[in-house]
């Protein structure tokens, strides 16, 4: 019997158990590009709400340019979340593709309260949210090089890309450097 035919022959919910111990054990033992990526889904995912949050109740002297901008990063955000899902069963992995998955892997939070906060304040959170996911992104590089999968490593990169540049054009929005209060290139510094 082949491996397609057994697997068909299996309920999804003893399928979907497996994926589940797959995951753990991975996780638990030798990590991978792909679990890391189950973690940038994860915060993508958050990301998804906070900033429709932000686009809908930033207020003061910027809304305007804030709330155009917020909706670009949501959509370039959903961009990201379904290239990257895709890439990763492209390459036969079984991404996240639940909330109650993407609330266990985020490494990012939101909160309701977030909507009174100050547009300047929203702004700093977000440029900590993609530097969070830049962490985690530039991990999923090196481990996706150490696993020979190019077509993975491709995508991750141009998604570094993006938050480099996204990290960039919001710290000038808030007067600030682009690499400025970024502790990751700080400790380079040392």
């Known amino acids: 019997m082949t491996e397609n035919k057994a697997s068909q022959e299996r309920t999804p919910q003893e ?34 709400v906070k900033l429709h949050q932000y686009h809908w109740y930033v ?3 910027n809304f305007f340019t804030l709330h155009e901008k917020f909706e670009e990063l949501y959509n370039q955000n959903e961009e990201w979340f379904d290239k990257l899902a895709e890439r990763l069963i492209t390459s036969g992995h079984k991404p996240a593709s639940t909330t109650a998955e993407f609330e266990k892997y985020s490494m990012l939070s939101e909160d309701a309260i977030n909507k009174y906060a100050k547009a300047e304040d929203m702004v700093e959170n977000i440029i900590e949210d993609f530097r969070r996911t830049r962490e985690l992104t530039i991990r999923a590089i090196r481990l996706a090089q150490d696993e020979g999968d190019d077509a993975l490593e491709d995508t991750l990169i141009a998604f570094k890309n993006d938050l480099d540049k996204n990290i960039w054009m919001l710290q000038a929005f808030i007067g600030k450097e682009a690499l400025e209060d970024d502790d990751a290139f700080d400790e380079d510094e040392d």
Do not use: C, P, W, Y
Request: no cysteine.
């Open 15 to 48: 399928r979907f158990q497996e994926e589940q111990e797959h995951k753990e054990h991975v996780h638990h033992t030798k990590i991978n590009a792909a679990a890391i990526s189950d973690h940038l889904l994860g915060n993508m995912h958050t990301l998804h």
């Open 59 to 61: 207020n003061g002297a």
